[in-house]
């Protein structure tokens, strides 16, 4: 098991940022790669972010594209998604996960095996 914590979530105004981060107790996350998801209400999951474990490849959807940073810090265990210029439409629980397996994609739910409890963006307009 890998228990991944998201945190960072909150309320902002549309035109805004959040950082949202993702960590892990107890487990490395260094030699996975890991995503970000996110659910709106009534909406099925979907892909918003990945980045390989080394931090040298990343793969947002196109609606973030430009907007959204996936990065991270291998010796803090730490995931970040850096998120600017929010929309209402953005709002929705962010979740993150890991992806033990290289040889999957990554824009999948399917793809990765563990995932962390989510965190609430709310965007005003």
């Known amino acids: 098991q890998v228990p991944l914590v998201e945190s960072g979530g909150g309320l902002v105004q549309a035109g805004g940022s959040l950082r949202l981060s993702c960590a892990a107790s107890?487990?490395?996350?260094?030699?996975?790669?890991m995503g970000w998801f996110r659910q709106a209400p009534g909406k099925e999951r979907e892909f918003v972010a990945a980045?390989?474990?080394?931090?040298?490849?990343?793969y947002y959807a196109d609606s973030v594209k430009g907007r959204f940073t996936i990065s991270r810090d291998n010796a803090k265990n730490t995931v970040y998604l850096q998120m600017n210029s929010l929309k209402p439409e953005d709002t929705a629980v962010y979740y993150c996960a890991a992806q033990t397996d290289p040889t999957k994609g990554w824009t999948s739910m399917d793809e990765y095996d563990y995932w962390g409890q989510g965190t609430q963006v709310t965007v005003s307009s």
């Open positions: 107890g487990r490395t996350l260094s030699s996975y790669a």
């Open positions: 980045i390989s474990w080394s931090g040298g490849s990343t």
